[in-house]
């Protein structure tokens, strides 16, 4: 029997979510719940997707807008084992005692802090901590970028220290309300909330993070600097170990990917869905080594990094696969995930 998943929240993750769990042979989706009728809700319903009223929203407002409604979020929960929470920041926890009365499973995602959940969670580094668990986190995007890179190279060479600039987009492409527009704006938080959130995953991981938001939104960038505990051999001997290592795409010179608008131009060109980047992204001319010091760039697509860690997070908790690598071979593989 298919684990059938519930989707509370139909914006910039929770719609990737969803076709992400109609491509699953282990799942089912039972449904979507979105607050207000919009270009959105009339995508679930051409998708079939059955469509259900969350939040304040009310049924009488899709109606009228021609919508088809299956019902209230309540009723949606009811034919679920688990749910996705993809509600804005912070509404997820206002979700959790419903989601307990109900007997559901529920995945929450970075915007919520972490006792929302038993365990915050990134397939690679921590996928057999989630199994069969009940409430799990799934990290936010930058934080999923670092905790997939600290997977790769906590193993291979072990990590001294890690300090990492984030470059931040200032919003998703749809978010015509967020800014900056036209300005270069430091976090002044030290470390921003990345690095105690990695650690949320890795609580030994010594890093830390700063972070600068600016006028872009295609993708955020990091730039690190990594005190390696093991020189590695070389800059390709790092290559490898990100290259044996799912989940990471990397470009060579003669690819031309000069920055991130040739990333997100090549995931369109390969005609992943939505012309999504769900991989770390890194740079052979982007890594350089002196001796145990490492210096990389890696970009994250921000609107989709984090999808096949909520179908990897849902795996786990159903035990529907023993480990992070058959998990991720079959996401990866339903996804089009490849390097
Ligand atoms: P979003 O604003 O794009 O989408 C949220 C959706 O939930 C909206 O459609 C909204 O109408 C709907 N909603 C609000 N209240 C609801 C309710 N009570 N019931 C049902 N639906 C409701 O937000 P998002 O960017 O998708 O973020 C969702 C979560 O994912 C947040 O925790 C965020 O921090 C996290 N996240 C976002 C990104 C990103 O870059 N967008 C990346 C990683 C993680």
Known sequence: MPVRVAVNGFGTIGK???D????QPDMVLVGVAKTRPSFEARIAMER???LYVGGDGRLEDFRAAGLTVAGTTDEMLRQADVVVDATPDKAGREHAAKYAAANLKAVYQGGEKPD???LSFSALANYEAALGKSRVRVVSCNTTGIVRAASVLRARYGVERWDVTLIRRAADPAETRKGPVNAILPTFQFPSHHAPDAQTIFPDLPITTTAVV?????????????QLRRPPASVSDVLDAFRETPRFQIFRSWEHVEGTPQVLEYARDHLSPRGDMMMNVLWEDGVHLQGAELRFFQ?????SIVVPENIDAIRAMFNLAPDAASSI???DMALGIRQ
């Open 329 to 331: 071979a079959v996401t």
């Open 20 to 23: 992400a769990i109609s491509k």
């Open 214 to 226: 600016v006028p872009t939104t295609l993708m955020h960038l990091h730039v690190n600097h990594v």
């Open 16 to 18: 990737r979510v969803a």
């Open 48 to 50: 079939e997707y059955p």
């Open 299 to 303: 970009a994250i697509h921000q609107e």
């Open 116 to 118: 929302v959940a038993e």
